[in-house]
């Protein structure tokens, strides 16, 4: 007991899946992030929130 239920939240670049999302600046809309594998750029990202796993 006593386990904190933390929830990860995972960028994924919408064009080709990788996690490495940067952000890139910030608007009054929202971030702007840039994918470091495949060179995309946009606002949009898919979210992905991942609990802790357990063995
Ligand atoms: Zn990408």
């Given at each position: 007991m006593g386990t904190m239920m933390e929830k990860k939240k995972t960028l994924r670049c919408?064009?080709?899946?990788?996690?490495k999302i940067v952000p890139e600046a910030a608007f009054i809309t929202g971030y702007k992030y840039a994918c470091e594998d495949c060179g995309y750029v946009g606002s949009l990202v898919i979210e992905e929130y991942n609990e802790d796993d357990q063995d």
């Open positions: 919408p064009k080709c899946g990788s996690k």
